[in-house]
């Protein structure tokens, strides 16, 4: 049972140029976790989604931050016009469908490095 | 406002000591507080978790204490080896809610 896949594992972009970062959950995972990590900091949560649905996104900037979990394919998280302080390791957690521990196991997470 | 302080920073420690970091939460609300373990270049991973019901959970080398009315609690890592190296987060979260507060992670080196 393969674990929470993200992709790329790092991404280089230049300013004002945009960032898409992907996560397929674990098998039998319906819920999605986005989390950011600065350099030296602990992880801040981002958004929470179901299938099709955004469940709590009080933790993403208002602008320029958007995700989506869709019915069929992996959860994007999308940074468009991306600036130096966007530069951190972008985290993904799931966690099952329901009657779980709700316990969220993470991926490796995305380096996005923003030139 | 940080909802989970960790302390200390970093931490040294020869092989075979305890290694001890301390975390302390302000949301009484919250009723779940796991530990995380991260290499470098890698996600966190449960290390052990434990809920205010109990003030103290084992497992193998690793114990959680919980101090529910002072609102802290502590990792203990006993028999400290090289291996152990590497940073590790507190976190807490109610379970009404699915996101975790995260401590900002003490650095661990064993030293052989």
């Known amino acids: 049972n393969a674990g929470v896949m993200q992709n790329p594992r790092h991404l280089v972009r230049r300013r004002g140029q945009e960032a898409r970062l992907r996560c397929s959950p674990m098998?039998?995972?319906?819920?999605v976790y986005w989390y950011r990590q600065l350099p030296e900091e602990g992880l801040k949560f981002m958004v929470y989604l179901q299938k099709e649905n955004i469940i709590d996104e009080s933790g993403m900037p208002k602008e320029r931050f958007s995700a989506e979990f869709p019915k069929e394919g992996p959860s994007i998280l999308r940074i468009q016009q991306v600036v130096r302080g966007d530069s951190a390791a972008y985290f993904c957690?799931?966690?099952?469908?329901?009657?779980?521990?709700?316990?969220?196991?993470f991926g490796p997470g995305t380096r996005l490095t923003v030139l | 406002q940080q909802q989970v302080k960790q302390s200390p920073q970093s931490l040294i420690v020869q092989k075979g000591g305890i290694s001890i970091i301390n975390c302390a939460y302000e949301n009484t609300a919250f009723d779940y507080f796991p530990w995380y373990q991260q290499f470098p270049g890698k996600g966190p991973a449960l290390l052990i978790a434990?809920?205010?019901?109990?003030s103290e959970k084992k497992e193998g080398r690793f114990t959680i204490s919980f101090n529910k009315s002072a609102k802290q609690f502590s990792l203990h890592i006993m028999d400290s080896q090289p291996g152990d190296s590497a940073t590790y987060f507190c976190a807490a979260r109610n379970d009404n809610f699915n996101k975790f507060y995260f401590g900002s992670g003490t650095k661990l080196n064993v030293k052989p």
């Open positions: 957690a799931s966690s099952p469908r329901q009657g779980a521990s709700k316990e969220q196991f």
């Open positions: 434990i809920r205010p019901d109990v």
């Open positions: 098998k039998g995972h319906s819920h």
